[in-house]
């Protein structure tokens, strides 16, 4: 398996910024602001061991576009307590798979088409691999948490320029580090329309989450708590306990960014009837998730011998 191109540098880093944004709602959850989350818990159920005592967790990460109804974000991630490190794979969105109750199509429909579960079973049967837990987030809603918290900044990589009327869309983002409003936030999220394509704005999307997720940790205004919180929730859907939420919070926050190991479903693009899917490579497809944790841990063992003592 290929090392991570340039432009998916630390993508996963997305995924804990998620996990940490998620854990900032539980936390108005449990002070009583928010009537969307989990139950409350007790102490007992916060300090006791999450996942049962599991040494490692597979988790599906989906973004989802409300424009489209499509998750054109999704990520399969082992998050690998043992040795403290996390294996994740991303899956092109244009992926030719078998969606269960319906045909084969493209990946990115099975949550529009059934839900969390749909696209659980359709990346299960994908991969040939269990799923523990799938969290969703909603991009677009995105805009009005960003608005709340007085803007993110980004540095952004290059000029943008895309125009779609029909969808009211109208990018104009310039290049340097900026702060962007709730709009142009989503607008840099969205944007694909350059050689990377759907790649880059993958890459993008997860970088905008690790920085929507260092302003949360910067903002103070706890006047706005209450309403922060409600937005936040509104924009997830998880099968993720709140107990589970912290947890993958806090060992996220403290995760070095070496030990987050990224890959691509092995494929290749193609085009049949008229419609572009990338075709999965089927004799690496179940071994890709193994190949990339071996080849981790494998890069982790040899760094850890050329130390210096």
Do not use: C
């Amino acid at each position: 398996m290929r090392s991570e191109p340039v432009w998916w540098s630390r993508m996963l880093w997305g995924l804990f910024s998620l996990a940490v944004v998620l854990a900032a709602g539980i936390a108005g959850a449990l002070l009583g602001y928010n009537q969307h989350a989990p139950k409350p818990v007790t102490v007992q159920e916060l300090v006791s061991p999450a996942f049962d005592g599991m040494s490692r967790l597979r988790i599906l990460a989906l973004g989802m576009d409300q424009v489209s109804g499509n998750t054109d974000t999704i990520i399969v991630a082992t998050v690998d307590f043992q040795n403290r490190a996390v294996y994740a794979l991303s899956i092109p969105r244009d992926t030719r798979a078998d969606i269960p109750g319906h045909h084969t199509f493209k990946v990115n429909a099975a949550y529009a088409w059934g839900g969390l579960e749909t696209a659980r079973q359709t990346v299960e049967n994908l991969l040939g691999t269990r799923i523990d837990r799938v969290v969703l987030v909603r991009l677009e809603g995105l805009k009005r948490i960003v608005d709340l918290l007085g803007g993110v900044e980004i540095d952004i990589e290059k000029d943008m320029h895309y125009v779609d009327r029909k969808q009211r869309l109208y990018i104009h983002l310039k290049k340097g580090y900026r702060l962007l409003d709730g709009e142009k936030a989503l607008h840099y999220v969205r944007f694909r329309h350059d050689p990377q394509g759907d790649l880059g704005r993958i890459g993008r999307q997860h970088k905008f989450l690790k920085a929507l997720a260092r302003r949360m940790f910067q903002w103070q205004e706890v006047d706005k708590l209450p309403e922060l919180t409600r937005q936040v929730m509104q924009q997830l859907e998880t099968d993720l306990s709140t107990r589970e939420v912290l947890h993958l919070a806090r060992f996220g926050k403290d995760l070095p960014p070496e030990r987050i190991v990224m890959g691509v479903l092995p494929g290749q693009p193609a085009n049949i009837d008229g419609i572009s899917y990338y075709l999965p490579d089927e004799a690496r497809v179940a071994s890709a998730l193994d190949e990339l944790e071996r080849n981790a841990l494998a890069q982790t063992t040899e760094e850890g011998g050329n130390q210096t003592p």
